[in-house]
């Protein structure tokens, strides 16, 4: 089943930890254990970021972030979020109350619903469409017809968005917003600073 790419969960987790303050990692060994991924993996992985200055690997520095915008831009523009997609629907419920009962069957919640729960208020744009990380039984949402009510999509979860909470980190949800069509998610992207979407400011802490 389609899900997100090992290359991207790398650098999901590396922005991840960027914004956290930590931007240096010992190795490529040490961040392929820390993810349970190959290490030939993992290399192929950070050759693109390395090759446009986002990221810098040295044998006394190790791998360190050097751009963490740049390496979400990356981020973003190699998402395709429709192509995780397993099934889509509509609803006669609103967003919001989608979005709760998703949370509360055990879905990891994504999107603009995920932008939502890390700024804890919304003052962005409303929005009809939820994105939702988990394979659920739907049947109890009332159907909407068509291009009415709220449009669900349900994407496969790679095996590592687990690590992050309910929620999927602000950086992937950044990039599935970017990945989607419409003028609501084209608001949220314009609205969400990529500077303090990866904490660009935050201090660093080099491993």
């Given at each position: 089943?389609?899900?997100?790419?090992?290359?991207?969960?790398?650098?999901?987790?590396?922005?991840?930890?960027?914004?956290?303050?930590?931007?240096?990692?010992?190795?490529?060994?040490?961040?392929?254990?820390?993810?349970?991924?190959?290490?030939?993996?993992?290399?192929?992985?950070?050759?693109?970021?390395?090759?446009?200055?986002?990221?810098?690997?040295?044998?006394?520095?190790?791998?360190?972030?050097?751009?963490?915008?740049?390496?979400?831009?990356?981020?973003?523009?190699?998402?395709?979020?429709?192509?995780?997609l397993v099934s889509k629907s509509w609803?006669?419920?609103?967003?919001?109350?989608?979005e709760a009962a998703a949370v509360l069957a055990g879905a990891t919640l994504g999107g603009f619903g995920a932008v939502v729960a890390h700024l804890g208020v919304n003052r962005i744009a409303d929005y009809?469409?939820?994105?939702?990380?988990?394979?659920?039984?739907?049947?109890?949402?009332?159907?909407?017809?068509?291009?009415d009510g709220t449009e669900v999509w349900v994407a496969e979860p790679d095996p590592w968005l687990r690590l992050y909470g309910p929620v999927t980190p602000l950086v992937q949800a950044w990039a599935d917003l970017f990945s989607m069509p419409g003028w609501q998610a084209a608001r949220f992207v314009e609205a969400l600073d990529p500077r303090e979407v990866t904490g660009i400011d935050q201090p660093v802490l080099l491993v």
């Open positions: 089943m389609p899900m997100m790419s090992k290359r991207e969960v790398i650098w999901r987790h590396l922005l991840v930890g960027a914004r956290e303050g930590r931007r240096g990692w010992p190795s490529v060994t040490a961040l392929a254990e820390e993810l349970g991924i190959a290490i030939s993996t993992t290399h192929r992985s950070l050759a693109h970021p390395l090759e446009i200055g986002a990221l810098d690997l040295s044998p006394l520095g190790g791998l360190r972030v050097l751009d963490p915008v740049r390496l979400l831009a990356l981020f973003a523009a190699h998402r395709h979020v429709q192509r995780d609803a006669a419920m609103a967003a919001t109350e989608i009809s469409r939820v994105l939702i990380y988990g394979r659920l039984d739907l049947s109890f949402l009332p159907k909407a017809p068509e291009g």
